[in-house]
């Protein structure tokens, strides 16, 4: 996995994932704790997915 794909793509999903979350729960502090998590599951998927390529 290179680190300029991994840059590009963070700086693509995070924003989004944050705005997505603060719309449905309101709270900044609740979609900080949300990307987080998304964090830690699409750099899973990110890494399975980079393999099966």
């Given at each position: 996995?290179?680190i300029?794909?991994?840059?590009?793509?963070?700086?693509?999903?995070?924003?989004?994932?944050?705005?997505?979350?603060y719309?449905?729960?309101?709270?900044?502090?609740?979609?900080?704790?949300?990307?987080?998590?998304?964090?830690?599951?699409?750099?899973?998927?990110?890494?399975?997915?980079?393999?099966?390529?």
């Open positions: 996995m290179s300029k794909k991994t840059i590009i793509y963070r700086l693509v999903v995070d924003p989004i994932a944050l705005l997505i979350t719309v449905l729960t309101g709270e900044l502090s609740g979609s900080i704790i949300a990307v987080l998590l998304i964090e830690a599951f699409s750099t899973a998927f990110y890494y399975v997915l980079d393999r099966l390529m």
